[in-house]
């Protein structure tokens, strides 16, 4: 087939391009003990193997960390030495995929570089343009996940004088028109360029005019140029590495700054910064003068990049609290209204909400470039929460690019086609390990801002370019929905201990903050203003680390870090409780989330429990694994009841009358049925066959299933599922069963055991009474690799729609894909629950102790369980695991059964101890708001004596009116410290839909109360 137009002027401006470039692909020979072999080019392992590589004319080599070590003797072309009139210098150009590269020329070690710095410009020596020959020595170590690459070799000339008056960038130039020429243009080009050989130097002259007159017909977009380093708290190495590399990332730019005096810089992450300070106070300094001057800019945002679909509310909440506090504190002649999250892998439709509530106005990001499937739609967009709150949101260039003209028109080209706005913001600089902008990518920024075809360059904050699109704001287009990764769908089941983890630490954390806001609110001596630390747990929540997608050491190092912060997070919760829980001689037990009043049936101690005062014992059964079943009635709301405890010995008979729904197993010919009047259960050969509500509606249209697939074949191996593994099924077998492991109208419990290859599995299914779900504890030894275990449910009552809750809210779609974007989700993240909405109103719950990977169709749900990628972490998901799960029939709705305040319920246990003796002045504090669909996300202590900020959010479509308690005084807090009129006693504020909202509160009498 002839080529076309296109394709001519590329083949004729490469040929041209010779005059001034030289391609050393062809030229490099694999180095061996006795010196140059064969051409590195003619290696049959890249065309069998990579042929899409072989085509393009990379040179490549296998992965695994091997060394690959080329030579090549570098001679200036006869030529090129005849046009050297000392008006020009050459540079060595080499682009790789290699985790480490070294080039030495004449022995010397010239340049290293690894799989971020994954370029160098390296300026010849004069004396190679006499003739005199050059040794190189490049070698290169493959990744360890991938096929190593040299991706370009050439020697490029570049005029010394920037004005060019010889011509030396004619190619380049030429290259730039054409690629901004129309398609319907390209024909003209062709025949014009055909006149001339462009093997002739003369051609040069000759298209001058021409070049001249494009810079009239079609002259460039301008460009603000900011320096940028996105550096990983951790990945490929460990956060050790990374504070070094802040050093070097930060003192690299200072020393830019001084040589090239138009460069501006941004830096995100509080944290490295909080680290900087403490560590490296001279470098802190030098960093303050610099953004004071207004060169150095802190993009912040949270206190971390962090993941932002894995994590709760309150993390999200806090992650943004923490790290807007330090940067208002700490750099105060910056305005800070912006985050700044390059890189993480999605992000939930509640952050608008989250965000704005701590100041944020704009969102900027780049990772939806990395859809796998359909472009996301927009560059310049306002993105709206359920509630109503919005940020304004900005799709970044490419982070870890270079001075490239071409690359820059492209891109600047493409913004204005997507957005009509005239100039784009370019980000150079060397990321993801840090390293920022070199003296090489400044120097080609600088030869360029002289050329009239270049795209021309103004240098400047990205505070000062976003002021310039906010006038935009009222015509941009309104996204209303989370910004979905269309890749790297394995996050949320990947490395399940870090979200074990993290799950734990969060819920300690809430409760620690909890009980101090309380103590400092209500007990007599009050407690420290100072609330629990929430920094250890949101660094770990960074991008890399939470999802599971870094190597060993992250996560070995990690360890001791999550249980030491667990200690001192338990340590202080349970000091507050204890100081401010009344003296009695029992036990506690305290609910420290809004729940509704009723029935509860948990495992307690053993011994005889009964309510202190009370002549009769609470409803129990004895454990078999140890301790009692115990059904008691709970107040509504955090609250706190106490209990009094005898001997085993003293434990009554129990009487049936005085149990709520109690638990009955009835054994027939079909195989065991399992039930309390809310929930229903079939057993049969193959396992939970069937479930029940309590309106009697079969929620399964077959056994539950336990499957497993091959999971293998993607590149980015711990982030992403396989796109087909469904097509590569794999056995999971069940060893008959089950056998009775615990019997009672408390609790029964019954045990299946199996095998998932030469994993190990055991299946507990356990129901307590007055419970609404069932629960399912899966425990196994994992010991696949590249598998996928996954619970699957198939619906009886076909769903229409799917709800799951995210970190700031609850996310409801269509459970029928109906367009590209939405057959995208065919894996989504959830935090703690997903449920089925049928046509007719009813429907099923999933309660996780995840979050977890889930997906929903019209008929099934799915839960992954267990992945075993081996990159970059060889052993990730190995090793013993448990995974609780349970099954929630919701006869009108997953918001009629309260599915939110359930499966915090199932996810989180009570608190229990030994009444030590406080001084809560008039006993606990009791905390009801009058709504069941009201969650805490947080109450903390302020400095200010005697009050704390209550955080709430509205998980329901209708609004909630706050019924204040007796004793509790609040004003409603509206954004950056502006306060609403002051509510207390009974009728309290409006909270609309789904809507996040502040109250600053204060127990009515104290003195904080008066001066109101």
């Known amino acids: 087939m002839p080529e076309g137009p296109d394709s001519a002027v590329r083949s004729w401006i490469e040929t041209f391009q010779a005059q001034s470039r030289l391609d050393l692909r062809p030229l490099w020979r694999r180095a061996t003990p006795s010196g140059a072999g064969d051409l590195a080019l003619l290696d049959p392992w890249g065309a069998r193997c990579r ?37 020009r210098l050459a540079r060595l150009v080499l682009r790789w995929w290699a985790d480490a590269v070294e080039l030495r020329v004449d022995g010397q070690l010239v340049h290293q570089g690894d799989l971020f710095d994954t370029a160098c410009r390296w300026p010849l020596p004069a004396a190679w343009w006499s003739g005199q020959p050059l040794q190189l020595d490049l070698r290169l170590r493959s990744p360890l996940h991938d096929d190593g690459a040299l991706i370009a070799s050439a020697v490029e000339q570049e005029p010394l004088d920037p004005e060019d008056p010889t011509g030396v960038l004619v190619a380049p130039r030429l290259a730039l028109a054409a690629q901004r020429l129309p398609a319907e243009a390209q024909p003209a080009l062709l025949e014009q360029l055909q006149v001339w050989d462009p093997a002739d130097p003369a051609a040069a002259a000759e298209l001058e005019p021409w070049l001249q007159e494009q810079v009239l017909l079609r002259p460039p977009a301008p460009v603000q140029v900011l320096g940028h380093a996105h550096l990983d708290l951790a990945w490929l190495w460990p956060v050790a590495d990374t504070w070094q590399a802040a050093v070097r990332t930060f003192e ?27 560590h490296r106070p001279a470098l802190f300094a030098r960093l303050r003068a610099a953004m004071q001057a ?5 993009i912040n945002g949270p206190w971390v990049e962090s993941d932002c679909v894995l ?38 439709a509640g952050l608008p909400a989250v965000a704005r509530s701590t100041g944020v106005e704009w969102f900027c990001t780049h990772k939806l470039a990395w859809n796998s499937g359909q472009p996301f739609p927009h560059r310049l967009f306002r993105w709206r929460s359920r509630c109503g709150s919005e940020l304004l949101a900005f799709a970044t260039a490419p982070i870890g690019t270079d001075g490239d003209p071409l690359a820059i028109d492209s ?25 920022g902008p070199t003296a090489e990518m400044l120097e080609q920024l600088q030869l360029w801002q002289q050329q009239p075809l270049a795209c021309p360059q103004t240098h400047g904050s990205l505070r000062q370019y976003l002021a310039g699109l906010e006038p935009l704001a009222p015509q941009l287009p309104v996204w209303r929905d989370e910004l979905y990764l269309e890749l790297h769908r394995g996050c949320a089941t990947s490395r399940p201990d870090q979200k074990r983890h993290n799950r734990s630490l969060e819920r300690l954390l809430r409760e620690a903050d909890l009980a101090l806001a309380l103590q400092h609110l209500f007990a007599a001596q009050g407690a420290p203003a100072e609330p629990a630390d929430w920094r250890p747990l949101l660094f770990q929540q960074f991008h890399d680390i939470l999802p599971g997608t870094s190597i060993p050491e992250v996560f070995e190092q990690a360890e001791p870090q999550w249980r030491a912060a667990r200690r001192q997070v338990r340590r202080s919760r349970d000091q507050a409780l204890q100081a401010l829980l009344p003296r009695h001689t029992g036990w506690w037990l305290a609910q420290l989330q809004l729940q509704a009043s009723g029935p509860c049936t948990l495992r307690l101690p053993a011994g005889a429990w009964r309510l202190s005062g009370a002549e009769r014992p609470l409803p129990q059964q004895p454990a078999p694994g140890g301790g009692t079943w115990v059904q008691l009635h709970l107040p509504a709301g955090v609250a706190a009841v106490p209990l009094e405890r005898g001997p085993s010995e003293a434990l009554p008979a129990l009487e049936p009358a005085e149990l709520q729904h109690p638990v009955v197993l009835e054994a027939s010919a079909q195989g065991w049925q399992l039930s309390n009047g809310l929930v229903r259960a079939q057993f049969g050969p193959a396992g939970l066959e069937q479930l029940w509500g309590a309106d009697g509606v079969p929620q399964l249209a077959g056994p539950l299933a336990w499957c497993r697939w091959k999971d293998h074949g993607e590149f980015w191996d711990a982030w992403d599922l396989a796109t087909d593994y469904r097509q590569h099924p794999l056995p999971l077998q069940w060893q008959g069963g089950p ?20 994993s190990p599995l055991r299946l507990d299914v356990q129901l307590r009474a007055a419970s609404p779900w069932l629960e399912l504890v899966l425990q196994v030894d994992w010991r696949q690799r590249h598998e996928l275990l996954r619970l699957e449910l198939p619906l009886a009552q076909t769903a229409c729609r799917y709800a799951a809750d995210t970190p700031g809210g609850v996310i409801e779609r269509p459970a029928a894909a109906v367009n590209g974007r939405e057959q995208a989700r065919w894996e989504v993240p959830a935090i703690s629950w997903i449920a089925s909405q049928a046509q007719a109103g ?15 169709e019209p008929g099934r749900l799915g839960v992954s369980l267990l992945r075993a990628p081996t990159w970059p972490d060889p052993s990730a998901d190995q090793g013993l695991q448990r995974l609780r799960l349970a099954l929630s029939p919701c006869s009108q709705g997953w918001r009629q059964q309260a599915v939110p305040q359930q499966a915090q319920r199932f996810r989180e246990p009570l608190w229990l101890s030994p009444a030590a003796g406080g001084d809560a002045a008039g006993g606990w504090p009791a905390l009801d708001l009058g709504s069941e669909a009201l969650q805490i996300v947080g109450l903390q202590p302020l400095e200010q004596p005697g009050t704390a900020r209550l955080t ?15 004793g509790w005084s609040a004003r409603r807090e509206f954004s950056a410290g502006t306060e609403a009129a002051c509510a207390s006693g009974g009728t309290g504020d409006l909270l609309l839909p789904w809507q996040l909202g502040s109250w600053l509160v204060w127990s009515s009498g104290s003195p904080v109360d008066q001066s109101s």
């Open 411 to 435: 891109y600047s080209r493409a913004w204005q086609a997507a957005t009509e706005v005239e100039q784009a913001l370019w980000l150079p600089g060397v990321g993801d390990h840090g390293g």
């Open 739 to 758: 056998d009775l492991a615990e019997q009672g109208p408390l609790c029964t419990r019954l045990v299946w055991r199996g095998r998932c290859g030469s």
């Open 311 to 348: 994590i709760g509310t309150a993390s999200l909440l806090q992650q943004f609290a923490l790290g807007q506090a330090y940067s208002r504190s700490r750099f105060p002649e910056w305005q800070h209204n912006l985050c700044w999250l390059p890189d993480s892998f999605g992000f939930s």
């Open 51 to 87: 042929p899409d590589w072989h085509a393009r004319g990379l040179v490549i080599w296998p992965r695994g960390g091997r060394w690959l070590q080329l030579q090549l003797e570098l001679v200036c072309p006869p030529a090129w030495q005849q046009r050297q009139q000392g008006d």
């Open 842 to 856: 009813g429907g099923l719950a999933v309660l996780l102790d995840g979050p977890q990977g889930v997906s929903a």
């Open 294 to 298: 207004g060169r150095f800019e802190p």
């Open 252 to 278: 690299s730019a200072l020393a830019l700054m001084e040589r090239f005096p138009q460069l501006h810089f941004a830096h995100s992450t509080p944290a490295l910064y909080a680290w900087i300070e403490q």
């Open 952 to 966: 709430l959010q509205n998980l329901s479509p209708q609004r909630q009116q706050l019924q204040w308690p007796e």
